[in-house]
């Protein structure tokens, strides 16, 4: 079993950069696939990024691609979002999640942990 804590994140203006983090507890971490999707105020959680269990792989919404980097540090058992140039569209709670199949799984229900999630402000 995986848990997760997320961290980071905050009030950031727009144009500017931050990094939301998830930090792993249990064995199996490094064999997990990791994610990391949003929700905005009333919408729908949706997919932002994933990455493989080894982080040699990653994946990214379109709106991501570009400005969001996903990283994994299997010694630490951590997962990084790095989100540069960002916009009033990116406001949302981020959350991490951990799936134990998939190579870079993209919905909702591939993933089997889920964190309490980190706010992300950002003002125009």
């Known amino acids: 079993q995986v848990r997760v804590v997320e961290s980071g994140g905050g009030l950031v203006q727009a144009g500017g950069s931050t990094r939301v983090s998830c930090a792993a507890s249990?064995?199996?971490?490094?064999?997990?696939?990791m994610g990391w999707f949003r929700q905005a105020p009333g919408k729908e959680r949706e997919f932002v990024a994933a990455?493989?269990?080894?982080?040699?792989?990653?994946y990214y919404t379109d709106s991501a691609k570009g400005r969001f980097t996903i990283s994994r540090d299997n010694t630490k058992n951590t997962v990084s979002l790095q989100m540069n140039n960002l916009t009033s569209d990116d406001t949302a709670v981020y959350f991490c999640?951990?799936?134990?199949?998939?190579?870079?799984?993209?919905?909702?229900?591939?993933?089997?942990?889920w964190g309490q999630g980190t706010q992300v402000t950002v003002s125009s």
């Open positions: 990455i493989n269990y080894r982080g040699d792989t990653t």
């Open positions: 249990g064995r199996t971490f490094r064999s997990y696939a």
């Open positions: 999640a951990g799936a134990r199949y998939g190579r870079v799984p993209t919905t909702i229900d591939e993933y089997d942990y």
